[in-house]
């Protein structure tokens, strides 16, 4: 199978969130997640994000930005159908080199406990899993709501 990793662009939106909308268990928050509030994040970071096209359809995505001192990935997934076939690390990889180009030498991420998949694949790839901090966090807009798919 034949697969071509770029960078993401608004024009990717409405492909991507219909990938997001079909992995069971994806967490999609309302303000964030929806076209505004990516095209912001894409716009802030414009060279870090991936999008994965196999089979003219975009089946992995990958929304990754910085604050001028870590990197951050989001959002990381591959279409069912499209998996255990390296796009996931691929992806990542690009990320990380397109953060390198921009003077980022970490990376952090947050993977669900409950996905076992996600878990899976970040141990598979090397990234250390740390139990030498908590990870907290405020809400500032309690209608930027976070809907799991079924």
């Not at 499209?82 to 991420?109: D, F, S």
């Amino acid at each position: 199978m034949v697969h071509t990793i770029r960078q993401m662009t608004m024009n990717d939106y409405a492909e991507v969130y219909k990938l997001w909308r079909g992995i069971r268990g994806f967490g999609i928050r309302t303000i964030d997640d929806s076209k505004e509030g990516v095209s912001s994040f894409i716009r802030r970071n414009p060279t870090t994000s991936i999008v994965a096209i196999a089979d003219e359809k975009i089946v992995g995505a990958l929304l990754c930005g910085h604050d001028g001192r870590s990197g951050c990935f989001y959002h990381v997934c591959v279409h069912e159908d499209y998996r255990q076939r390296g796009i996931g690390k691929e992806m990542a990889t690009v990320a990380m080199r397109a953060l390198k180009k921009e003077h980022i030498n970490k990376v952090n991420l947050i993977a669900f406990k409950s996905n076992e998949a996600g878990n899976a694949f970040w141990q598979h790839v090397g990234a250390k899993l740390r139990d030498d901090v908590n990870y907290y966090d405020f809400d500032l807009n309690e209608e930027n709501i976070t809907r799991f798919n079924s």
